[in-house]
């Protein structure tokens, strides 16, 4: 049986990001693990979360951690703990970790792209990361501003090189074909 840690990798990679940035809320996380996700498919033809972004106003957005992150499911409130905050402008959420990060489910290349991006991101306010998620020619603004389809999924297709998008569908479709075997064995 084929195990799919993809879970796992999520829950873990919030961990890594609580413990090694300042002020990790809900739109900070949410930019970390789209460039976490997009640039590892980038490089390798596969995501790290396997979680779905969607094209929202404000950059991409994964719909189904959003959606958990106000009343999150036992796994993931066990591991991280979500606080909600008044502050001037508005509510925030504030994310720590509960639990000690996990390196045992990530490859070497997984953990060094956590790593640069949590140094890279180390201070980094969240307002100040819209830049880099919403550069022209970039996954998100290929879908919100190029083809103006607002809050649809951004195909992970996006992120390769135009000469590569062949070559990535066809291991996609292979992995696909190898994680459903194994589902049904």
């Given at each position: 049986?084929?195990?799919?840690?993809?879970?796992?990798?999520?829950?873990?990679?919030?961990?890594?990001?609580?413990?090694n940035?300042?002020?990790?809320?809900?739109?900070?996380?949410?930019?970390?693990?789209?460039?976490?996700?997009?640039e590892?498919?980038?490089?390798?033809?596969?995501?790290?979360?396997?979680?779905?972004?969607?094209?929202?106003?404000?950059?991409?957005?994964?719909?189904?951690?959003?959606?958990?992150?106000?009343?999150?499911?036992?796994?993931?409130?066990?591991?991280?703990?979500?606080?909600?905050?008044a502050?001037?402008?508005?509510?925030?959420?504030?994310?720590?970790p509960?639990?000690e990060?996990?390196?045992?489910?990530?490859?070497?290349?997984?953990?060094?792209?956590?790593?640069?991006?949590?140094?890279?991101?180390r201070?980094?306010?969240?307002?100040?990361?819209?830049e880099?998620?919403?550069?022209?020619n970039?996954?998100?603004?290929?879908?919100?501003?190029?083809?103006?389809?607002?809050?649809?999924?951004?195909?992970?297709?996006?992120?390769?090189?135009?000469?590569?998008?062949?070559?990535?569908?066809?291991?996609?479709?292979?992995?696909?074909?190898?994680?459903?075997?194994?589902?049904?064995?």
């Open positions: 049986m084929l195990i799919d840690h993809e879970r796992e990798k999520l829950i873990n990679a919030i961990i890594f990001f609580a413990k940035t300042h002020q990790l809320g809900k739109i900070k996380l949410y930019k970390l693990l789209y460039l976490l996700d997009f590892h498919f980038r490089d390798t033809g596969r995501s790290v979360t396997g979680l779905q972004y969607f094209a929202w106003p404000k950059g991409p957005v994964p719909v189904e951690l959003h959606n958990e992150v106000d009343a999150p499911k036992g796994d993931l409130a066990d591991k991280v703990a979500m606080e909600s905050y502050w001037a402008g508005g509510n925030g959420l504030t994310i720590t509960k639990a990060f996990d390196s045992s489910f990530f490859s070497k290349r997984e953990l060094r792209l956590l790593d640069r991006l949590a140094s890279e991101f201070t980094t306010l969240s307002k100040d990361m819209i880099r998620t919403h550069l022209e970039e996954p998100w603004d290929k879908v919100f501003n190029v083809q103006g389809r607002r809050q649809q999924q951004i195909p992970y297709e996006l992120a390769a090189r135009a000469q590569e998008v062949d070559e990535i569908r066809k291991i996609s479709a292979e992995r696909s074909e190898i994680k459903n075997n194994f589902a049904n064995v």
